[in-house]
């Protein structure tokens, strides 16, 4: 069954990450970092599998798309025209008894100068303003001619660079640009495990297009992103879209949408569409002194474009699929009885692992030959090779790890020169010659 999104189901996930290598709090041994978090050898390729289904769906299946990886260090003034170093802060208050800070729009009486921590009852300070960047410095002095700051989104990067690639791309409008890429924010309340963090990783799209076509584009990205969620995996009833209220918006922004997901804290966002109308060009080119216009072809007119932007949180998105794919039921033992099940029902093209060789017995006859299937599988995904412990316990563990297949290498296969191949939801089997297994996998994992 399907485990309900819980307070409990976020604890059983946590455990369950580090337990099995998905993600580790940073720093662990000297008392780990605020809201820090490490992928360990499963968590990378998951959320490898993540960025990679995101970018063929919005770059590699796509002629109006094409990529960008730009620096995180930008100069200063890119920072001062986007209005972040103005514009980017949240209202902060501090408890002058219990000390703890808080985000005066996330409290429920924002009004109230009561502190909100049961049993404190301490007198809150007075809204300041507090900006989200990081600020470091570039060179060998630390002063103000050298703050440069880490960026807080990747969406700048395409921005100031819209003329580089649409002169060398020879792109016409409407056109995207993707980026995956670190971004970082010094929250104030950070939490919720890798939910909201200082160090994220995010996967955006600038799409540019004219202003009379903005809002039809509009929709139709706010449609295919909200699907990507479910194509992979999410339950529909898990998702949910939500449109920013006029006083919500953005001053950028003449819309936008956020694809929520029902975490166990309830609604939150995994993904936001917005239309950025022309602002960000315009910034740019009123700071810089340099245009970036597009020239129309078919009017001979220069044009600023409008943009769509589809913001997605790798992060949030890994987490998300985690808590969707995890499931209990019951299992046969080897005595005929049943015990309890754990595994995470992960689309196999997001599964860390694809498949696990498991050979019955270590006996050098089946360890050659699943050795040898192991090798041949590894050239075409990841793949497990696992020979400790009983076959049960071993599909226990890939089953918790979300690996889809499980395949047996035992004596039979002497003869037959044929495995068992077991499927992770149905527990089902069926026995394919090892010439085969690849032909027989390949559409299982790649669903295409």
Partial sequence: MSVAATPDLMETIVSLCKRRGFIFPSSEIYGGIGSTW????????????????????????????????????????????????????????????????????E??????KVCPNKGCGGELTEARNFNLMFRTFMGPLEDDAAVVFLRPETAQGIFVNFKNVQGTTRKKLPFGIAQIGKAFRNEITPGKFTFRTREFEQMEIEYFCKGADAPGLYNEWVDQRFSWYSEYGIRPDHLRL??????????????????????????????GVANRTDYDLKQ????????????DEETK?????????????????????????????????????????????????????????????????LSGVAEKLHNALRQEWMVDYDDRQNIGKRYRRQDEVGTPFCITVDFQTLEDQAV?????????QERVALDKVIEVLRPRITKR
């Fill in 38 to 105: 490490d992928y360990g050898p499963l968590g990378v390729l998951l959320k490898n599998n993540v960025k990679q289904a995101w970018w063929r769906s919005v770059v590699q299946m796509r002629d109006d798309m094409v990529g960008l990886d730009a620096a995180i260090l930008m100069h200063p003034t890119v920072w001062r025209a986007s209005g972040h170093v103005e514009n980017f802060t949240d209202p902060l208050v501090d408890c002058k008894k219990c000390k703890q800070r808080f985000r005066l729009d």
């Fill in 107 to 112: 409290l429920d009486n924002p009004d109230s």
């Fill in 242 to 271: 939500r449109a920013h209220a006029s006083d919500e918006l953005a001053h950028y922004a003449a819309a936008c949408q956020d694809v929520e997901y029902l975490f166990p804290w309830g609604w939150s966002e995994l993904e």
């Fill in 284 to 295: 740019h080119m009123k700071f810089s002194g340099k245009t970036l216009e597009y020239f």
């Fill in 301 to 365: 007119e220069q044009v600023i474009p409008y943009v769509i932007e589809p913001s997605a949180g790798a992060d949030r998105g890994t987490l998300a699929f985690l808590f969707d794919a995890y499931h209990e039921d019951e299992a046969p033992t080897g005595d005929g009885g049943t015990e309890k099940r754990v595994s995470l029902r992960l689309d196999p093209r997001l599964a860390p692992m694809k498949a696990a060789v498991l050979p019955l017995s270590k006996k050098p006859e």
């Fill in 420 to 428: 068992t191949i077991r499927e992770r939801d149905s527990m089902q």
